[in-house]
């Protein structure tokens, strides 16, 4: 199958490796005889229908391996969701440029982004190859045994959670982070990386899969603050009551969704002082702190699994080889194949679109508030070389000299 | 002089290399002939008090070496204030366990205790060595060009604007940053760093060092926004209005305040939020995203200046020199003697106890509303090797193809 110009874009939340994908994409195609064309669009969909396009071939090779070491959304993003006429938009746009296949890079959003376009240029007897690139820090693409971007985003939170538990060590009290996760709970569940000793925080995790119960939370907290005197907590944004409704979004004022009905969890820090506040008032415990890691957990500069930016650069070169191997519509995914191994498959678009992964029961303890030993064992090889390591002296105890 | 038996001890809000110089000040006693026996108090002066003491001296040098390379306080802190009969409660367990010479790692309110340690030691005519050791995120410690701590947690700082920066570049909008520090804004000015190309953020910068204007800040805000369609912002914890009294802290409900009288500001997210919903009600402006990075920037681990790992490792080892060659009292001082080069000296207690230093006019620009080159100079050679660096697309325009 020949590919003379393909066009990409970048879709959703942007991550610490996306760009990977961007780039081996690109140099995969550069690399064919004669070389293929790569259009780049800007902002996602929206760039497409906008006609607001770059020439990924003109770009320096040296400006390529920068940029996909830089995380964020080089091309810039979007989080549209095209309907029937928008679709009918990007057609005209990729019929005019002579594009012949169409690669989007994102997440679950954006992989149905994919399969919308595809059916649309179906139905208009428009011959375009349709591959979605796997992205997302939430990991909650079904079909793949994790996401490229999730294992640098999981590096983050596990450094954040064992500083702050070195923290909270030095400075008792109880320490609340909430953590990124709508649906899926991996990335919340990602802070047990940060236990080494046994006493190490976080002592409670709490998951979108479970159910929330404010009063099981507050006697979970009390339980460790009495055993340990201190207490390091991780909560998803994403967590709910029996009714399935965002702790979160009970609390805001002014509920802000997103063109694919994604209520905002993000970019406030309400739900850590709801808790933090019930702490308080209810433990009657002084010391609490409560953070919200926010955008900090998807693109701090400097925090990246090589492991992940290796694959999302594998993902980027497989999504190009399925397509010239005579794929015409599919999204690439990752399956582990051993200890620590991975390949790649492209997967039917229908099988993965708009659809949620969520983490399975054996990665959650039975009460509902911490991880098991196979999640750790699960995200350990993701998280690549070099994480830094707490350590603690021996502390020889001094007998008392003084009468004091 | 002769030093037989030292005591030390870790005071105020842990950083990211608070044990170097725990660790540079064991290991220059244990080179000692005879080795110098060293005490470590647990949490601070507390641990004194109450006798919770640890031989340092027992410790392996690997571990030493490796709790080094450990964010926050390898000891343990505390916030106490020592008062006349603390101190006197201080005195008899020091003399109980012959100690000669009590080093105290801390920030301002740490020095403060170290001065009137010592004037207690005086007055009961105990001959106490008292030699304070600076720390702080806060780089407010008067006498010192800048101060342990700082560097790394400036280094989280700069790295975490530069990811947000991106992401805010993909998806634009506007994107609050509340950065620590109560007095002193250098911290917060640190983003500043993040910035290479002219349009990157932080686009504006407000400092405790100027009285904070909701109008102006808006109209601030506004003006990038028409300007660049996005807008990325990093605020202190500590801006207030013209009376002095910080926006933080007129917006809580309980004012919390720590044993030194400080307003606790840190540890939720309600400035962040007041000033995203200012800014979405009165500017109309959609998409707002508020971070406060809170206590992820004083100890997230792996994130680390390798030349204030190196200072602050010598400013421990500095304080046992000073005492050795017959210094009983004073604080340990960085003071920048070359480009980049530093020597340390040992300034009286009472030139830096409880004082705090702010940021030099010549730092902060007319507006009030970012930093100077000097600025970005001073801080420039503090941040170490490795920095992750942004990268971007030429981004080769495509010409419009279709008439869509």
């Known amino acids: ?115 919308i376009v595809r059916q649309e240029a179906q139905a208009s007897n428009y011959p375009l190859r349709c591959i979605h690139i796997p992205k997302t820090i939430d990991n909650d693409l079904v079909g793949n045994d994790h996401t490229p971007g999730f294992a640098s985003a999981a590096r983050f939170v596990a450094q954040a959670f064992g500083g702050a538990s070195l923290d909270n060590a030095a400075l008792p009290g109880v320490y609340l982070g909430v953590v990124m996760g709508r649906h899926a709970g991996f990335l919340t569940a990602a802070a047990a990386l940060a236990q080494n000793h046994p006493d190490d925080g976080p002592h409670l995790i709490y998951l979108p899969e479970r159910t929330f119960d404010m009063a099981q939370f507050l006697a979970d907290v009390q339980a460790v603050y009495a055993r340990l005197g201190r207490c390091v907590v991780a909560v998803s944004e994403g967590i709910h009551d029996g009714s399935g409704m965002a702790i979160a979004s009970q609390l805001a004022k002014e509920v802000e969704r997103d063109a694919h009905g994604n209520v905002q969890l993000s970019g406030n820090g309400a739900l850590a002082d709801v808790l933090s506040e019930a702490i308080k008032s209810q433990l009657k415990i002084k010391r ?85 030993p196979a999640f750790v064992s699960y995200l350990r090889p993701l998280l690549g070389a070099n994480l830094a390591q707490a350590h603690r002296l021996a502390l020889h105890r001094i007998e008392k000299a003084s009468d004091a």
Chains 1, 2 share one sequence.
């Open 1 to 115: 199958m020949t590919l003379r110009k393909i066009l990409v874009a970048q879709g959703g939340g942007p991550t610490a490796v996306i760009n990977q994908s961007l780039v081996g994409l690109a140099l995969a195609a550069r690399q064919q005889t004669p070389p293929i064309q790569v259009l780049g669009a800007r902002f996602g969909v929206r760039g497409i229908i906008e006609e607001d396009l770059v020439d990924l071939s003109k770009e320096s090779q040296d400006d390529l391996e920068r940029v996909a070491l830089t995380p964020s959304s080089a091309l810039g993003s979007t989080r549209d969701k095209p309907d029937l006429a928008y679709c009918q938009n990007i057609f005209k746009v990729l019929q005019a440029h002579q594009i012949d296949s169409f690669f989007y890079i994102g997440g679950n959003d954006s992989s149905d982004t994919v399969r």
């Open 288 to 372: 609490v702190r409560a953070d919200t890691f926010g955008y900090l957990q998807r693109s701090f500069l400097g925090c990246v699994s090589d492991v992940d930016q290796r694959e999302a650069r594998m993902a980027g070169e497989k999504a190009l080889q399925f397509a010239l191997t005579g794929a015409v519509e599919g999204s690439v995914a990752i399956r582990r194949t051993g200890d620590y191994a991975v390949d790649y498959a492209l997967l039917p678009i229908e099988e993965v679109a708009g659809k949620t992964r969520v983490m399975d029961d054996v990665f959650i303890n039975e009460q509902g508030n911490h991880v098991t």
